[in-house]
């Protein structure tokens, strides 16, 4: 059945609430990337922060986040990332230990997907070309990925113009843009195949914000689990709940 609109795409619920205990609802690891260049300093406009990679302490952090997961044997039946670099990068260092026993085990897939980028602003926003990503990131599947260059990016500079002649936020303040994005980036994990039941997704900050804050979107179990949900992710941040799309 089609969601209109105007009506919540998703419900969310804790992890050991009764729902989620007995009717087996799947899980979602939400994950925000590492910390880039573009965070050092708040860098958001420097050219040299186009599609920002993490920063030699972003990829520590992902390695202690590797490490805590493996101790606490999470078990990942499918990686979904942002195709930015930082999201990337923060999806491979943290799961490496899961990619290490892939020849062990079976293959965990690990998929680009456009929806989940980060609201698009500035210069750390835009997408480099998908063959330069192909290449960099071999083990990503980027198959839905439709556009060589960045599609959201281009709608926004034909509305406001380049980055030399706008300075100001773009996609922030397009609320009825971001809510079909964040309705299509849950409708990308409910169509995974059922038997990924516990699935990683590495994406941003304020992208999480619109995500988990507006009621015309989601839907909360309780006000504890909204209050987890809702307040600011730190790099490297990773929150599990149990979900079922409305």
Known sequence: MATSLSNPVVRIHALNCPKAKTTNL????????AEG????????KNPDNLDAQLTPHGIS?????????EEEKLHVDAIISSPMRRALQTAHHSFGHVFECQVKRHNVPFVACEHWRETVN????????LSTLSNDF??????????EHDPIWKVYEEKHGSLDDYQKVRESVDDEGLDKRVRNAWKTIAERPAIERSIAVVSH???????FTRPELVIYEDADVEE???????????????????
């Open 26 to 33: 799947r899980v979602v690891h939400i994950i925000r990337h």
């Open 37 to 44: 260049f573009h965070n050092v300093n708040n860098d958001y």
């Open 61 to 69: 952090q992902c390695k202690e986040l590797s490490q805590k997961l």
């Open 122 to 129: 500035y210069v750390c926003d835009v997408r480099l070309p």
């Open 138 to 147: 071999p083990s990503v599947d980027f198959a839905r990925i439709e556009h």
């Open 205 to 211: 900050s304020a992208f999480f914000r619109h995500m």
């Open 228 to 246: 987890y949900m809702s307040t600011g992710f730190e790099n490297c941040e990773m929150r599990s709940v149990a979900f079922e799309i409305i």
